[in-house]
């Protein structure tokens, strides 16, 4: 199956009605990194096919569960470690009323993200390199699928919200039972990525 097939085969999968022009973004993204990849190392994932279901349909299967908090819609997201812009690109372009600043330490990577920004017509993202710990503006969710456990992104990123969404793989039990006081686990999705045979869930950390 080419990329255009299997991008709109998830995307009916999963159930998401799109904005006119996101599917054609989100290729144009796909082939962005895809180039962009052979002199910069974005991204372990080298197969155009697998880059559609490891990271666009896997950062779009979250937006059923982002939004039944329909409080979210319209609201300011922060993508912490976002790497090539995964999954804050993707919702941006998914979302446009959604306000993303994508937050990554890496200048080659924040690069990349920049021409993105730039050749797609993203007005409603913001780019900053830097790490997490040094952005001092307020969001009303951060989310991050990079960090290696839930104390490190509470760590690193609990300042910028009071609502923390970490995309995980299997169920983090032990990482859930260490979490830092002050936070809890509100609420777990679990995801379904169209294509890919592995275990995905939405962790929802809240200051208590």
């Given amino acids: 199956m080419m990329p255009t097939e299997q991008l709109h085969a998830g995307i009916a999968a999963l159930g998401l009605a799109l904005p006119d022009g996101a599917e054609q973004r989100l290729l144009a993204y796909l082939d962005l990194l895809v180039k962009w990849n052979r002199t910069y190392n974005l991204t372990a994932v080298r197969n155009p096919a697998d880059m559609v279901t490891h990271h666009l349909l ?7 569960a982002l939004e039944q908090k329909s409080a979210l819609a ?13 999954p804050g690109l993707v919702l941006s372009i998914a979302r446009p009323e959604w306000q993303v600043a994508s937050i990554e330490a890496s200048q080659k990577k924040t690069s990349f993200q ?9 007005t409603n993202v913001s780019i900053h390199c830097a790490r997490a710990e040094a952005v001092t503006e307020i969001f009303d969710a951060a989310i991050s699928r990079a960090f290696a456990s839930l104390a490190d992104f509470v760590r690193y990123a609990g300042h910028l919200s009071d609502q923390l969404l970490a995309m995980k793989g299997i169920f983090p039990t ?7 006081s002050g936070w809890r686990l509100a609420a777990s999705h679990e995801i379904t990525v169209p294509g890919l045979d592995a275990q995905r869930h939405l962790l929802v ?3 208590t």
């Fill in 58 to 64: 896997d950062s779009l299967a979250l937006l059923p």
């Fill in 74 to 86: 319209g609201r300011r997201i922060a993508d912490v470690g976002s790497g090539a812009g995964l």
């Fill in 114 to 122: 920049q021409q993105a920004k730039i050749e797609l017509g993203l």
């Fill in 174 to 180: 032990a990482e859930v039972a260490a979490l830092p």
């Fill in 205 to 207: 950390l809240e200051k």
